[in-house]
Structure formats: structure tokens, C-alpha cells
Nanobody, 117 residues
Framework: VQLQASGGGLVQAGGSLTLSCVASGSSFRLIDMGWYRRAPGNQRELVADVQNDGTTDYVNDVKGRFTIVRDNAKNSVTLQMNSLKPEDTAVYYC????????????WGQGTLVTVSS
């Protein structure tokens, strides 16, 4: 699976950004998709994911602010990020795994999100 991520950038606190990721190389309907982030000095964390059946999950501190959506027709997943906070500043990574696998093992290039206060 190859992943191409886009989006990111600089935004003021309270603003919004959208990250997008397009997958290729495998049947998208068999793939779970996720967005991870790594902030400076922190470990990588799973921010949100969407399973191949559309089930979504979020880390607690983005619930109600971030929305992950998959589009099976476009082999893509987006992460809509609203009410951004400075602590959301991180490099965000699109990730994929085959349904049934425990770990995400396909990665897109990171995209930097910077939220200024």
C-alpha cells in the first residue's frame, strides 16, 4: 500500500485544517486507515482511525474537534481538524493496515501542522 498525504500548514489557535491521504496498491475496502501524530519530544500517537466498515475512533483530546472520513470511491481518507490548539502542533502521518492486522504497517510521508497561539 502506498500512501500520499497532503494538507497541513500553519494556522492560528481556533482555526481549522484538513489533511488528506490517498491510498493505492491494494483494495481500499480491505484497509483500515488512521492518522498518527508526533509532537516534539513526544511519542507517536494514534489520533483517529476508521476501519474498513466505517467504524471510527479518536484519542480523547481530539474528540468533538477532529473528524475522520473515508471515501471508498476515491481511495482516500481525510482528517478535518477544527478548534485547533497549540498542543495539536505535530507532524501528522497517514497510516494503513490490512483489516485484521493489529499494527499499522504502511505509512505516508509526514505533514507538519503548526498551531500558533
Amino acid at each position: 500500500v502506498q500512501l500520499q498525504a497532503s494538507g497541513g500548514g500553519l494556522v492560528q489557535a481556533g482555526g481549522s485544517l484538513t489533511l488528506s491521504c490517498v491510498a493505492s496498491g491494494s483494495s481500499f475496502r480491505l484497509i483500515d486507515m488512521g492518522w498518527y501524530r508526533r509532537a516534539p519530544g513526544n511519542q507517536r500517537e494514534l489520533v483517529a482511525d476508521v476501519q474498513n466498515d466505517g467504524t471510527t475512533d479518536y484519542v480523547n483530546d481530539v474528540k468533538g474537534r477532529f473528524t475522520i472520513v473515508r471515501d471508498n470511491a476515491k481511495n482516500s481518507v481525510t482528517l478535518q481538524m477544527n478548534s485547533l490548539k497549540p498542543e495539536d502542533t505535530a507532524v501528522y502521518y497517514c497510516a494503513a493496515k490490512m483489516r485484521g492486522n493489529r499494527e499499522y504497517d504502511f505509512w505516508g510521508q509526514g505533514t507538519l501542522v503548526t498551531v500558533s497561539s
